[in-house]
């Protein structure tokens, strides 16, 4: 696609609720990542794919964290049994290449915003 | 880690230029320094990027000394629609060990442009 997708825009859910944000990154773009913000703050690095592995899971939160990509293009991340410290904007970003000048050049899309309630 | 130093907030005028310098003193050999715009409600977007000396593109300059050890980016002639929160990145890659590219975002500076 022209940009990157992220779907739901904005979700609501009941603590305990398991969610699945989704994200399409720009075709052709190997490099994949989450970040979250919370309100007012900076962006939290979660996790990068290079293809569908996932060297670096350290930055997820906690184990009820997980993420997925198939394919080299389509990721989900999932967030089990949701608490209210969840709640923030989850944003993805790809790019063309891992390595190299091109790899900080991050494309964002809109962002998914959770609010558990 | 490459980890980044910001000021939290500068004010500024429309027509002035305006410099915001972040401190990445752990900078490796290999990592380019990436700046980014976030308006409210979306996400950052690129703005320009450097290895040393200077950049400039059409929005912004970038100035890196030898020792990469800072950088600034400079906006000139701010207008109110420049009015946002930028970010400093500075890649952290583990090339040699094929592992990943935790790219850390600093806190950002939120810029805000009076008339």
């Known amino acids: 696609g022209a940009g990157v997708s992220q779907s739901p825009s904005n979700k609501v859910t009941e603590k305990g609720k398991d969610v699945e944000l989704r994200c399409d990154p720009i075709?052709?773009?190997?490099?994949l990542y989450w970040y979250r913000q919370s309100l007012g703050q900076g962006l939290e690095f979660l996790i990068y794919?290079?293809?569908?592995?996932?060297?670096?899971k350290s930055g997820l939160p906690s184990d009820r964290f997980s993420a997925e990509r198939t394919g080299g293009s389509v990721s989900t991340l999932t967030i089990q049994r949701t608490q209210q410290e969840d709640s923030a904007v989850y944003l993805c970003?790809?790019?063309?290449?891992?390595?190299?000048?091109?790899?900080?050049?991050?494309?964002f899309g809109a962002g998914s915003r959770l609010t558990v309630l | 880690l490459a980890k980044t130093t910001q000021p939290i907030s500068m004010d500024s005028y429309e027509g002035q230029e305006v410099n915001i310098t972040c401190s990445h003193n752990n900078i490796a050999t290999n990592d380019y320094i990436t700046w980014y715009q976030q308006f409210p409600s979306q996400g950052p977007r690129f703005i320009i990027q450097?290895?040393?000396t200077k950049v400039t593109n059409e929005v912004a300059s970038l100035f890196i000394p030898a020792d990469r050890k800072s950088s600034t980016l400079s906006l000139p002639r701010v207008s109110l629609s420049d009015t946002a929160v930028y970010y400093c990145?500075?890649?952290?890659?583990?090339?040699?060990?094929?592992?990943?590219?935790?790219?850390?975002f600093g806190t950002g500076t939120q810029l805000k442009v009076e008339l």
């Open positions: 794919f290079q293809g569908n592995s996932a060297p670096d």
């Open positions: 450097g290895y040393k």
């Open positions: 990145l500075v890649g952290d890659r583990h090339i040699l060990t094929g592992g990943g590219n935790k790219l850390t």
């Open positions: 075709s052709g773009h190997t490099a």
């Open positions: 970003a790809s790019s063309l290449a891992s390595i190299g000048s091109g790899a900080n050049v991050l494309t």
